[in-house]
């Protein structure tokens, strides 16, 4: 794999592109995988299946196999799903499908990027903030840029008060958010 991923959904997730380069199946692997990762989002039956920790294996297994046959899957990504199911741990499915995508994505050289900010960037703030980041990445690498508003709420600015400064002084800087409008 192009990036080394950890923990046992990260084993699972480089056997499955390690037999998919293999096969020379990685686009349709990667298709499967999709088709995978939205059916289990729409379909709760299926979700719920997978997730149930009190259904014996030998029928996680059987019900995975007919699922993805339906599916019309590649044989290794049903394989997987096959060996999750036989190991018990059909509950890491989401996991699995979120580490393979992490190898995907190194293997497209993209390299993703979460900015949190105060308030939204301007476009003039934004184009200078990709200028700076891009600054930052090799050749034949694409940035994945997604920029999230973080605001303070109640909750997190009693954490930070709580966690930060003594009870005395709580209070009042809890009331100076809350009349500013911050939160």
Not at 1 to 23: C, D, H, M, N, W
Not at 90 to 119: H, P, W
Request: hydrophobic share 40%.
């Amino acid at each position: 794999p192009p990036i080394q991923v950890f923990g046992l959904e990260g084993r699972y997730a480089s056997a499955l592109y390690s037999a998919a380069t293999k096969q020379k199946a990685l686009d349709k692997i990667e298709k499967d995988i999709q088709l995978i990762k939205n059916t289990l989002k729409n379909d709760v039956k299926l979700r719920e299946f997978c997730l149930d920790p009190s259904l014996q294996r030998l029928t996680k297994i059987n019900g995975i196999g007919q699922a993805l046959n339906k599916l019309k899957v590649n044989e290794a990504t049903k394989n997987l799903f096959v060996i999750l199911a036989e190991n018990g741990r059909l509950s890491k499915i989401n996991s699995v499908i979120d580490k393979f995508e992490q190898i995907m994505t190194a293997y497209r050289g993209e390299v993703s990027c979460t900015v949190r900010t105060a308030k939204p960037l301007d476009k003039t703030s934004e184009n200078e903030l990709r200028n700076a980041l891009n600054g930052f990445l090799k050749p034949g690498e694409k940035l994945q840029l997604t920029l999230e508003e973080s605001r303070l709420n109640i909750n997190t600015t009693h954490s930070l008060v709580s966690k930060y400064l003594n009870n005395a002084l709580k209070i009042p800087i809890i009331k100076y958010f809350w009349h500013t409008s911050v939160l």
